[in-house]
């Protein structure tokens, strides 16, 4: 048997569009002389659809669209389609996959485990089916199942999230295959996990298995694509695309051969970041309607890599760069921001903010002159805000803002200030992670892109006279570590001590990150990256009190 | 038997601050020689203690307070305590219900229905249990359950969330009463509803209940406690005080006998919609650490009503308005703003925007000439936004914000500008609602305490000369039933034309509230009043396409 696996990158909410992929795909299948054609989790509606599943227009509508327009496809003997759709039963809706065969729903295959933690919210719409039952596709016994329903395995993982797992139950009916329709958001680590789990259950079941992955940015997630087949012997025998749409085939035949067919190439980390970060940005931009992007760019580091960034996904013509130097600015901040600016190739503008500084200044202080305080500093960043907002307003121009993760948890960062923009690039980029991204932009072009000075120089904010990062906060390569074991590994002051971090700055840090929660709660969304991000993955009181 | 019955307001995460308020309650019900004393939902760690519960060292210390703190109160056969707390069984987290009597753990009841809808994540964090079991109180046999778990009669729902009611057990093992600790947040109708499922489940099963919920706003929730008391014969004994503490007393023997005792007054609902409001500010500006805020007043009708409302709240020593007129401000506005804070007595300041607005139009028209475009208007809600965000950074004010939900849901607000604040107080009340709020305070008062012309003039945001809402958007008779038929029924837009509304108007509508989803995922918390409110309990993807 020949199946046809679409890895697409469907816009969310766009039932119709996402039609359009579907339907070209089947017939470039059947061009090809498939017996089936397989498409991803909720690949009408594109995941996650959130809240627009509660509106009952919505799930009609995608099931109508089921049966008007791909039902027909499949009669007279046609190949069949395996879709993830909305299934409505007995009240209940299920996150399911349908089998379309002869113009009829021929079997339907619900979700058994549904993740409910981190960004995931499946049980809020959903009900969990009970368990999965083989499925017949083109006359041959198949497994199939959806995202989680493969990750429970009890001699995988050391602590399975759930009681059950639906594995057993489809292997025990008989499969030799299975095909797992995902739509599983990156985040670093998650290639080589994936990796080792479907290598695992191949050679555990003696089952052929092929993971077909989303592709695309749908707001702070990053799907990767990157789908997967494995042989029953646990070998990869195809890896599709990362970060990019594919229609790729498979002989069932070679499930249960040995390896000997050719696969894309693995990414380092550091690599993936970059590949996601880029797609991030490409998918949120265009699928919110813009096509070009406005930025401060300060001279310093962050600015920096996410012009280069930007420059990446959409073009040097799309990216304007906005020079806004104060009194405080130092000579070499503009230097080194225009010479970005010149090595990327985009367009900058300069526009001082002096003016509208001192006009605050004399209102607010009743004279010109400063008082030098938190307020002050802060009403920089948000003169800053408000130009970068008023290009974007006026010009149509999309604000990218520029904080990285470091800053975002400790709260060093201005509220409507340089926090201002529809999307956070690197908001899930330790700052370590940010130089390491430096380099690897000025590795990969080969020259010096990110300048050598914006590197070299001590990180500043330049909201004050020979103001340093590090007369505020720890250095980053004690505070990255003290804030990735508390936000993503959720360690208690006590074990992060016993780590050997000084007991003082250890509570210090977290008293900064728990007062910032105001900050996040009304910060733009950011691209995850790590395995927990701050927004919809980490939700936290604000009105709280501290006992650290 | 008689049950002391304390009607708490925890502080999140406050384990020790609420322990005490623990610790209180329990000594004053020994004094009064009661023989069981009844704590809510989640007492220690106040609901809803939200991701604080993934920190492992969170729910450890919960327990070693309750293992070290309160065990050794019950010892000596002291009376026994039932309070609400985490609990960990076989490496599964339960939301429980703990007997704690004579030095030990003698039950626990784990929460069998988990509501992961609108505001509510409990499959996040909670296991479901299978099955309550019957408690012995003091020796008594009863039902002990936790909020949802009563929320499931398959008789009184039409359509039962769940498959399961964990009461039909309870009662079949012989309960004669019912004690439900909950932590149920406040919305429109909720009372109304309350009362009569409580009443109608005493009937059903004979037996007295006694519903103890939670008091306190916690971010957007405000809890209005409000506990009850129904006889067996469903009769209402004991309503308890709204909006704050309450440490109250139920003889079990009351619970079938006819009622007789005396209850607080049930309230109509915009006296409910202002109690909320205000405990909403009260807590959420105390328990964040001000005690003071600061707001714009324009002389409209919003943030009239959100300086009466804050001034109720804490007092108008702690109420700073801020008058910010521009060269578009029309002159009654100055005195409509003058005659709302002379009213109110709160202090209030004038400060021009017109300086920082020429620096702005200087820099970024290269002359002072207004372009009088959309982005000059948002520019002068952002220099109103820095004013009031630098008066609170300088002086220690949380800033209020005074947008509405009518215009939240259409857009009609400036992210950065009038958005910004720490708190958007009446973020859930529909344009419609605010007049009749403010209707509702000058007949309160007596007197005349928002200003006749303020409620009479035609609402206007005064960013370009003679704007009027009605310019850009449909008159709010119109808009605030479509917006309620979209957002808190989730109605299609077909279904929402077919009761009457112009087609077009329809659409309109909704491709604004749809465009707005970037605004409002950066908007400030908003207290809760409705059934469905922005925030936490509507999520949405931003990057969609929009199909209608």
Chains 1, 2 share one sequence.
């Not at 359009?20 to 059947?30: A, D, H, M, P, S």
């Not at 493969?150 to 008989?174: C, H, K, M, V």
Request: aromatic share 8%; net charge negative; with cysteine.
């Amino acid at each position: 048997m020949r199946i046809a696996l679409a890895q697409i990158n469907p816009t969310i909410g766009a039932l119709s569009e996402n039609l359009e992929k579907v339907k070209t795909c089947y017939r470039r299948g059947i061009s090809e002389g498939v017996d089936l054609v397989v498409f991803t989790e909720l690949a009408l509606s594109g995941y996650p659809p959130k809240d627009l599943l509660l509106y009952e227009g919505f799930i009609d509508r995608e099931r109508e669209l089921i049966t008007t327009e791909l039902l027909p496809l499949t009669a007279n003997s046609r190949p069949p389609i395996l879709i993830g759709a909305s299934h409505r039963e007995n009240g209940r809706l299920y996150n399911a996959a349908l089998v379309l065969e002869n113009g009829m729903i021929k079997s339907v295959h619900k979700k058994t485990l549904l993740p409910n933690y981190d960004v995931f919210d499946e049980e809020r719409y959903f009900t969990r089916a009970d368990k999965l039952d083989i499925a017949s596709l083109a006359g041959q016994p198949a497994a199939v199942a959806i995202c989680e329903d493969i990750w429970n395995d009890r001699d995988f993982f050391s602590e399975p999230l759930y009681d059950t797992d639906p594995l057993e139950n489809l292997f025990a009916q008989g499969a030799r295959m299975l095909i797992n329709l995902s739509a599983s958001p990156y985040h670093l680590g998650k290639h080589a996990l994936r990796e080792k789990l479907l290598s695992f259950l191949a050679r555990k079941y003696q089952a052929g298995i092929i993971y077909l992955n989303q592709v695309g940015g749908n707001d702070e997630l990053v799907f990767d694509g990157s789908s997967l087949v494995y042989n029953s012997r646990g070998e990869l025998i195809y890896r599709a695309a990362s970060y990019k749409e594919e229609l790729f085939y498979v002989e069932t035949d070679d499930l249960f051969r040995l390896a000997d067919i050719k696969q894309s190439p693995g990414q380092d980390d550091i690599a993936e970041v970059f590949n996601t970060l880029c797609l991030g940005v490409k998918d949120y931009v265009t699928k919110t309607g813009f096509s070009r992007v406005v930025l401060g760019l300060s001279g310093g580091i962050d600015s920096a890599v996410v012009a280069a960034l930007a420059r990446e996904a959409l073009g040097p013509e799309n990216v304007l760069g906005i020079l806004m130097p104060s009194p405080y600015s130092s000579g070499h901040s503009i230097r080194d921001a225009v010479d970005l600016a010149e090595n990327l190739g985009i367009l900058y503008r300069k526009v001082p903010i002096e003016g509208p500084f001192k006009a605050y200044l004399s209102l607010l202080n009743q004279e010109e002159e400063t008082h030098m305080d938190l307020a002050e500093e802060n009403l920089q960043a948000r003169i800053r805000g408000n130009i970068l907002m008023h290009i974007s307003n006026r010009e149509h121009y999309m604000v990218l803002a520029t904080g990285n993760k470091s800053e975002l948890a400790v709260g060093y960062c201005t509220l409507y200030g340089d926090m201002s923009g529809g999307l956070a690039v690197i908001a899930d980029l330790p700052k370590m992670m940010v130089y390491e991204l430096a380099d690897y932009l000025n590795q990969m072009k080969g020259r010096e892109v990110i300048p050598r000075n914006t590197i070299n120089k001590p990180p500043s904010a330049e909201l004050r006279l020979d103001q340093k990062d590090e007369d505020s906060l720890p250095p980053y390569n004690i505070l990255d570590p003290i804030l990735h074991f508390y936000i993503e590994d959720n360690l208690s002051p006590t074990t992060i001590i016993s780590k050997g971090f000084e007991p003082s700055t250890v509570k210090g840090v977290i008293r900064m990150v728990d007062r910032a929660e105001f900050k996040r709660r009304q910060a733009a969304p950011g691209l995850r990256i790590t395995t927990r991000a701050f927004g919809i993955g980490r939700r936290m009181p604000i009105a709280r009190s501290y006992e650290y």
